[in-house]
């Protein structure tokens, strides 16, 4: 990362696009051997519920191993590229725009199948671990405006 800011109620980091992923390397228990393109952000961004990881599969690449979780539920969501991915004995296209849920207990793997890289969000967090009804429900209108609407009518 190229910046990161903390302050008492927020944290700000710049990562650069997709194509600075290849900097980062992850090595993964199950390959043994750095790989590129993989950046997690929970401890730099001091995350308390859940991990978001970064992520470039370059053109024509592969997952080597299926994986599941013991707790965690993960959402893939494909920024770029085009790829397959299997969900225990189910294989289905992915392509910008895609999000996948995959439950803890679930083998997962993915793969490219075009010529450019596979760019996709991961994010986990522990099933059933969410505390709310929706998104909207736990937001709060407070009594100030942005900074940028002064003089809008509200």
């Known amino acids: 990362m190229s910046f990161v800011q903390h302050a008492q109620r927020f944290s700000v980091a710049s990562v650069g696009g997709f194509e600075a992923l290849l900097q980062h390397r992850y090595t993964h228990p199950a390959i043994g051997r750095p790989t590129p393109g993989k950046?997690?952000?929970?401890?730099?961004m001091r995350l308390t519920g859940l991990e978001i990881s970064l992520n470039r599969l370059p053109a024509r690449a592969a997952v080597p191993f299926?994986?599941?979780?013991r707790v965690n539920e993960?959402?893939?969501?494909?920024i770029a590229g085009e790829g397959e991915f299997q969900v225990d004995d189910e294989i289905f296209r992915?392509?910008?725009?895609?999000?996948?849920?995959?439950?803890p207990a679930a083998a997962r793997a993915w793969r490219t199948t075009g010529s450019e890289?596979?760019?996709?969000?991961?994010?986990?967090?522990?099933a059933g671990g969410y505390a709310g009804a929706g998104a909207i429900d736990d937001g709060v209108m407070v009594d100030r405006r942005p900074a940028w609407a002064a003089g809008v009518p509200a």
Request: zero cysteines; aromatic letters at 8%; a negative charge.
């Open 39 to 44: 950046l997690f952000l929970r401890e730099a």
């Open 66 to 69: 299926m994986h599941s979780h």
């Open 74 to 78: 993960e959402v893939y969501i494909v």
């Open 94 to 103: 992915v392509r910008a725009g895609t999000v996948v849920r995959v439950d």
């Open 117 to 126: 890289p596979l760019d996709y969000i991961v994010i986990q967090a522990p």
